[in-house]
């Protein structure tokens, strides 16, 4: 294998014009001019990571951020009983390890391939480099930066004002409108995580997110389908009706 340090830059890639496709597409750089995209794909490099890999440590300095081009990762911070709380969960278009470049301070959480990934890399130069001469690049990292303030709020919130079935549903709805579909018998989650995934994005433990569904499958709120899960008209209406989103 090549090490990544002599990999050559984006712009002898022949997949350039994918990935010029893919930044097009992302929320930092859309609607992006044709000569910021030329400037991204002459400074960006290529990087992959196989799965389980942990590609950016907690605490560690921070001198590149990344563009996600294929599989998944997540943000997790560890706790010292080694359970994980999984702040976020990333796609491809997706970009992560700027702030440690914005703040100039060491990396905020773990970033953990769920897959094997590819990506897009820029230096802490090359991202400073585009943003002197590209200011809406940074407008639209600022909108992408306080999207996921909120969400964090949300989540400060839910861990401090909701009981543990409360947060399981928030999250299995906020997963279903991601990739789901509605159905007439409710909202269908494709890929339901298992319970230890649910654990950690839930903010407790496998038994607890265990008892808890199974008796939310027993009260018919929940229906398992195979790898796949309803959430019930009835969860839902329940939901609605509880608290504002
Ligand atoms: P950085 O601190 O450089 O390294 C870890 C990265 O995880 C961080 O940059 C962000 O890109 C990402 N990150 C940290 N916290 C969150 C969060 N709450 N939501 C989404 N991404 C996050």
Same mark, same amino acid.
């Given at each position: 294998?090549?090490? !990544? ?8 890639? &022949?997949?350039?014009? *994918? ?18 995209? @030329?400037?991204?794909?002459? *400074?960006?490099?290529?990087?992959? +990571? #196989? ?8 605490e560690d300095p921070g001198d590149?951020m ?5 599989? +998944? ?7 010292? !009983?080694?359970?994980?709380?999984? %702040?976020? @969960? %990333?796609? &491809?278009?997706?970009?992560f390890g700027e702030m440690s470049l914005l703040d100039d301070r060491p990396r905020s959480a !773990? ?13 802490r130069?090359?991202f400073a480099?585009?943003l ?6 940074a407008? !639209?990292m600022l909108? /992408?930066l306080?999207?996921r303030l909120?969400?964090?709020? /949300?989540?400060?919130?839910?861990? $401090? ?11 299995? @709805?906020?997963?279903? *409108? /991601?990739?789901? @579909? $509605? ?9 339901? &995580? ?11 433990? *496998? /038994? ?15 229906? #398992?389908?195979? +790898?796949?899960?309803?959430?019930? +008209? ?9 608290? &504002?989103?």
């Open positions: 294998m090549i090490p !990544n340090a002599q990999r050559p830059a984006l712009t002898d890639d &022949p997949k350039i014009d *994918r990935y010029r496709a893919l930044l097009a597409q992302t929320a930092i750089f859309k609607g992006a001019t044709q000569a910021a995209l @030329e400037d991204l794909a002459r *400074r960006l490099q290529v990087r992959t +990571r #196989p799965a389980g890999s942990i590609i950016v440590a907690h590149a990344f563009i996600l081009v294929s599989g +998944r990762a997540k943000v997790a911070l560890f706790g010292d !009983n080694g359970r994980e709380l999984t %702040l976020t @969960e %990333l796609k &491809p278009g997706d970009f !773990n970033v953990v391939a769920i897959d094997d990934v590819t990506m897009l890399m820029l230096t130069e090359a480099g585009h002197r001469s590209h200011g809406q690049t407008i !639209n909108g /992408e306080t999207r909120r969400r964090a709020d /949300e989540t400060i919130a839910s861990l $401090a004002l909701h009981d543990v079935e409360s947060r399981l549903t928030r999250t299995l @709805e906020r997963l279903a *409108r /991601e990739d789901g @579909e $509605a159905t007439d018998a409710g909202l269908l989650l494709r890929r339901r &995580p298992t319970q230890q995934d649910l654990a950690n994005m839930v903010g407790s433990c *496998r /038994e607890t997110i265990s008892r808890t569904f199974t008796s939310m499958v027993k009260r018919g709120l929940l229906v #398992p389908r195979g +790898r796949a899960l309803v959430l019930t +008209r009835a969860l839902l209406d329940r939901r609605a009706a509880a608290v &504002p989103a």
